[in-house]
């Protein structure tokens, strides 16, 4: 009965792995429209609307205040998508980059006009009143009427306060006075804000009069003053829903911008990068799955063919999801998933090598299989949580890629942890109860020698120290030269946006294979951005930034090469703002702190925690010594790679601890903690090495068949794993051992 069972099992299992694949590739209707072609894809995958827009005014903006209003327009257009891009377009322009989006005339009227926001008293000095009900629209809200110009209200003294008094605006929800829930938009306002809002409910709430809220061109809500409001602190009530309160809040922040905007111009945008950037990345996916599939089923053997079906299983998953969850995709982030299939087989390795202990210890298959099992689960679920853990700070912290990377990054942990905890185990139980029971069939471990890591703990070290000195050495020979001490791209330091019309209409393909590479001679940099304008034969080439030279250089080889007019030239500010980098620098250092707190509440020791951030630190500062040695271009796709680390390291790092503590409880008196920690780290050792090969040969074909942005992305990855292997193995344990040392545990009585 219970091999019938299994072989049902079986049976069901395989049909589920290919209703799931098959409703990834094309849906469950099969109309070719499944989960796969409808995950929202970013700028360099599929295009969307790019909006223009020009500060108000004669007088040219300050950089601070253009600093402040891209800051605030891009936590607004994440609303759209987080890989949504703003950016500064010469000294007076802004730019709005929205991926997947078909219409900008829809945006723009949701977007309304930035910076445009008043807050009028119901009457004037000499008494008149400034706006009227005018009657009830077609959703049941008041309509309201201002009798005068905004021009005139600002003359006569009847604006109180202006959208940059108010900090912040939220959609909440809150309590009546008969204890009814309901929906609110509670206000901040700034310090000067406060005092002038102070002044202004007080006359207002005296008079019994309304405070109406004036915005791109009409009064959006008029609420009355129900008291004299002194603290900053305002919520406007009424008959909302949800929705109506987090537009109304939406509003309010958008019209709360420093710089008052106008639309100059919108146009739909193309991909910024052809299909092949796409096709050679799912192919370097297929190859690299495939050659993991081989190596673990040679390896480990019917364990390992049950982990390879688990990992299809889990790769569609993973499809299916990013579409239920609408995260947007960009290349970096099909890098970032194709990488996740190689840390994917992290957990299985962990529990495979458990396994095999067990069976040499002379324990029969299936007891081994429950006790593998259970010995891995503390180090699987202790490493996954604590990149979990960064992946929930960057998300609620980080903006644009960084808050989509975290989205991958928390997805993928979720579903490796699932597939690998029961589906794997469910086959292996399957296959066991089929017939596959022989000790072979799994493999032994057999007892290994220890290995001294720790004698040689001085010389690693030092080698670690010098590599990072090199790469300070580097940057700063770098900046001397004036070439920056990174190489970074236009994310970081912007450039130059050249638009030109071609008098035939050129596909991605030819764009990338025929005119990059004519801009690529005169820039002589490999970073330029092609971005094609729909329904015209137009096309914008972004660039570092160029001279005048360069700029009719340029020109002149379009035209005689393509018989291209160039018909405008911008320098273009950073797409990742100094804000952004701040955010993500805080985020990074939260997400460090609150791991090593985690850390030490489970291994009860904070030289634990310690040590694993200590091997994190050193990882990101080698893989940042290799930017600045090798020169690789420092792009979105940086931010990207050093958070891929983080989390490598931290994982790798955790499941020799595991081994150090569980050794520890069972160490016996005449062993030395030397000894035990030597011993943990050579019992780990395959899985350190086997877990590293599988994840480089994912990024190796990568970057193999990848086009140039990916090759970016995947070069320092494998810099990064390879030092993340080193780390975790070398010197993970030797900084808990000198930490031992420096830090003394508390003596109890």
């Known amino acids: 009965m219970k091999k019938s069972t299994s072989i049902i099992s079986m049976i069901v299992l395989v049909a589920l792995l290919v209703v799931f694949g098959i409703s990834a590739a094309t849906g469950f209707n099969f109309d070719g429209q499944g989960a796969a072609s409808d995950i929202p894809l970013g700028l360099d995958l599929e295009g969307g609307v790019s909006i223009t827009y020009q500060v108000v005014g004669e007088e040219e903006p300050s950089s601070e205040d253009m600093a402040d209003t891209i800051y605030k327009l891009q936590q607004r257009v994440q609303n759209y998508s987080t890989e949504a891009q703003v950016y500064a377009e010469g000294s007076n322009r802004i730019n709005i980059e929205i991926p997947g ?107 019994g009069e309304s405070i109406a809220i004036y915005y791109d061109g009409k009064i959006v809500s008029a609420p009355n003053v129900n008291a004299s409001i002194t603290d900053g602190q305002a919520q406007i009530t009424g008959n909302f829903t949800y929705e109506k309160a987090d537009k109304l809040a939406s509003t309010i922040r958008i019209g709360g911008l420093k710089l008052e905007l106008e639309n100059l111009h919108h146009k739909q945008v193309g991909a910024q990068l052809g299909s092949d950037a796409i096709n050679t990345s799912l192919k370097a996916g297929l190859i690299g799955f495939a ?122 942990i979720i579903l490796s942890m699932f597939t690998a905890l029961f589906v794997t185990k469910w086959i292996m139980k399957a296959l066991f109860a089929l017939g596959a029971k022989s000790e072979k069939l799994y493999g032994v471990a057999k007892d290994a020698k220890a290995v001294n890591f720790l004698a040689k703990k001085g010389i690693c070290i030092t080698i670690s120290v010098i590599v990072m000195v090199a790469g300070f050495v580097f940057m700063g020979i770098n900046a001397g030269k004036g070439e920056g001490s990174l190489n970074y791209s236009l994310d970081f330091v912007g450039g130059t946006s050249t638009e030109a019309t071609f008098t035939e209409d050129y596909s991605i393909e030819d764009i990338d294979g025929k005119i990059v590479p004519v801009i690529e001679a005169i820039t002589g940099d490999g970073n330029v951005i092609p971005q094609k304008i729909e329904d015209s034969n137009n096309i914008i080439f972004k660039t570092r930034t160029l001279s005048e030279e360069e700029n009719a250089k340029l020109a002149d080889a379009l035209s005689s090469n393509f018989s291209a007019t160039v018909i405008g030239s911008e320098t273009i500010s950073s797409t990742i703002s100094d804000e952004m980098s701040r955010d993500a620098i805080l985020a990074v250092v939260i997400a460090s702190a609150l791991m090593l707190l985690y850390i030490w509440y489970r291994f009860k020791d904070v030289r634990f925690g310690c040590s694993s951030v200590l091997a994190l630190v050193h990882d990101v500062l080698v893989v940042l010594a290799f930017y600045a040695i090798a020169r690789v271009s420092v792009g979105s796709t940086f931010i990207a790679c050093m958070l891929t680390i983080v989390g490598y390291s931290i994982n790798a790092t955790i499941v020799i601890f595991d081994r150090i503590r569980e050794n520890k409880a069972a160490m016996a008196k005449k062993d030395s903690l030397d000894d035990v920690v030597n011993m943990s780290v050579t019992q780990t050792l395959s899985r350190s090495v086997f877990t590293s090969l599988t994840t480089f040969i994912m990024v190796a074909v990568l970057y193999v068949l990848g086009v140039t942005s990916i090759k970016e992305f995947a070069l320092p990855l494998m810099v990064g794993i390879l030092c993340g292997t080193y780390s975790s193995i070398c010197l993970a344990s030797s900084f808990y051992m000198i930490l031992r040392k420096v830090i003394k545990p508390k003596k109890t009585v």
């Open 291 to 412: 050659i993991i599939a081989v190596f673990m089923i040679i390896i480990y053997r019917i364990a390992g063919f049950a982990a390879a079906l688990a990992l299809s299983l889990y790769v569609e998953l993973m499809v299916i999801l990013l579409d239920a969850f609408q995260i947007t995709l960009t290349l970096p982030g099909i890098a970032g998933i194709i990488l996740s299939i190689g840390m994917a087989v992290d957990a299985n390795v962990i529990i495979f090598a458990r396994i095999r202990e067990e069976i040499g210890k002379g324990k029969t298959v299936e007891t081994s299989m429950n006790i593998g099992y259970k010995k891995a689960l503390s180090a699987i679920v202790d490493g996954n949580i604590t990149t979990l853990i960064a992946a929930a700070v960057l998300g609620a912290l980080g903006t644009g890629p960084i808050k989509g990377f975290a989205s991958t990054l928390a997805l993928g």
């Open 101 to 207: 989006a078909e219409n900008a005339k829809d945006i723009l009227a949701e977007l309304g006009r930035p910076g445009s926001l008043y807050f009028i008293r119901e009457k004037d000095a000499s008494g008149n009143i400034n706006y009227v009900q005018a009657g009830i629209d077609d959703q049941g809200e008041i309509v309201y009427l201002l009798l005068k110009p905004i021009e005139q209200c600002l003359a006569d003294g009847d604006v109180v306060l202006t959208g940059t008094d108010v900090k912040s605006a939220q959609a909440g929800s809150t309590q009546d006075n008969l204890k009814n829930s309901q929906f609110v938009v509670s206000l901040s306002m700034t310090p000067e804000g406060t005092s002038k809002f102070a002044d202004a409910t007080d006359k207002a709430f005296k008079a």
